[in-house]
């Protein structure tokens, strides 16, 4: 998780959601890429990576309109017990890529 935060924190078009990586937290990441719409960014990292990924508003729209992502959402990503790193490493490639390519 510490990695994936990290390195997309890097690029200045995405956007966290939660608390910072030094601060307690569960194995989620909420993000926008800034140029992209999120089921689109979703549907991306499908496609191109194979990564997938939960995109919307979560079942939580009230969340999203504290967070200002309303009506879009967000996309979430879940790292679990059976995460590696080199997933998380991938991941966080994957997302730094169509970073770039949406500036």
């Known amino acids: 998780m510490q990695g994936l935060l990290e ?3 890097r690029h200045e078009a995405v956007r966290l959601y939660g608390p910072d990586a030094d601060e ?3 194995g989620l990441v909420s993000l926008n890429v800034q140029g ?3 089921c689109d960014l979703g ?3 499908e ?4 990564i997938l990924t939960r995109v919307g508003l979560h079942c939580a729209p009230a969340a999203h309109r504290t967070l200002g ?3 879009t959402g967000t996309v979430r990503l879940s790292v679990g017990w059976f ?3 080199e997933d998380v490493d991938y991941t966080a490639e994957a ?5 770039a390519e949406a500036r």
Do not use: D, I, N, Y
């Not at 997302?95 to 970073?99: K, M, T």
């Open 36 to 38: 992209m719409w999120p």
């Open 83 to 85: 995460t590696t790193r």
């Open 69 to 71: 992502t309303l009506p």
């Open 24 to 26: 307690p937290r569960l």
């Open 95 to 99: 997302v730094a890529a169509l970073a």
């Open 47 to 50: 496609q191109r990576f194979g």
């Open 7 to 9: 390195h997309v924190r």
């Open 43 to 45: 549907l991306a990292l």
